[in-house]
């Protein structure tokens, strides 16, 4: 085949500006899928030579696409996707499941003191806990309740993204109930609450609507679809809540980074 008319196959090497190693590298781990059945972050580091971090990169990004699960085992297993892809059919996951998979992985990181991870969802009015994976049967607010949004983590996280009009509609409309002595109790303080929050990018919960209860959320803020759902943990604790949110501040952003990848690739279902 002459030079001009086509690529020859010398062309195609990993010099070629056409190669993409990092695209080869996610084939091959499929192929190894296939291979293998099952697979851990340690097994693919080992096989493909790559660090370990790589290796979980690259596993948790097929999980995000829907490619791979996790069994009882921890082990990393392909799901039917590819087998529909190779049919022409485009599989979405349902959020609620893939979301449920992301907190059941952040709740091993946050066992102490009762620790609850929370998908909490805004109604318009207040907060419902939509989803939740915890370490214990002790849960004080559990799936299908509700709790008030301004002296809540999840909701404080939520209403400080809110179109302006629509913050001013829910204050304008809300009783400032008081139960404990730290719970936001005016529009004023809401405010400042909710400034911090913006500036943080994170929100806090001190012992609002229980003395002992303190929690941490960061909403889900993807441009395809306004803002809905945040995401927290709570632990059950005295004393200050430095060193609740020192441990547990980068495991939720990491995990909330990732539904935010997924919103933005499927949207909500």
Known sequence: MNACCGIKGSEMGKNSVT??????????????????????????????????????????TLRLRGYVDKDQHNNYVLTDKLAKLGKGILPKRDFDQIATQFLDEL?????????????????GKEIVYRLQSTNSSYAQFTVGRTVPAYCSALGKAILAHLPEKE???????????TFTETTTSSPEQLLRDLE??????????DGELYPSLKGLAIPILSARVPVRYAVSVTQTL????????????????????????????????
């Not at 709740?107 to 109604?123: P, V, Y």
């Not at 911090?196 to 919960?205: N, S, T």
């Not at 949110?245 to 499927?266: A, F, G, H, I």
Request: hydrophobic letters at 40%; a negative charge.
């Open 107 to 123: 709740a091993k990181k946050n066992k102490d003191n009762n620790g609850i991870c929370n998908l909490g969802m805004w109604n």
């Open 196 to 205: 911090d929050v913006r500036e943080k990018g994170y929100a806090l919960m």
């Open 167 to 177: 913050l001013a509609a829910y204050i304008q409309r809300t009783d400032f109930t």
């Open 19 to 60: 190669y993409v190693q990092t695209f080869e590298k996610g084939l091959q781990l499929l192929e190894l899928l296939v291979e293998e059945k099952h697979v851990t972050v340690t097994s693919v580091a080992k096989r493909m030579g790559m660090q370990k971090s790589a290796s979980y990169r690259f596993l948790s």
């Open 238 to 269: 005295y004393g200050p809540i430095g060193d609740f949110v020192e441990q547990m501040l980068d495991p939720l952003r990491e995990t909330v980074e990732d539904l935010v990848s997924y919103v933005d690739y499927y949207g909500f279902s």
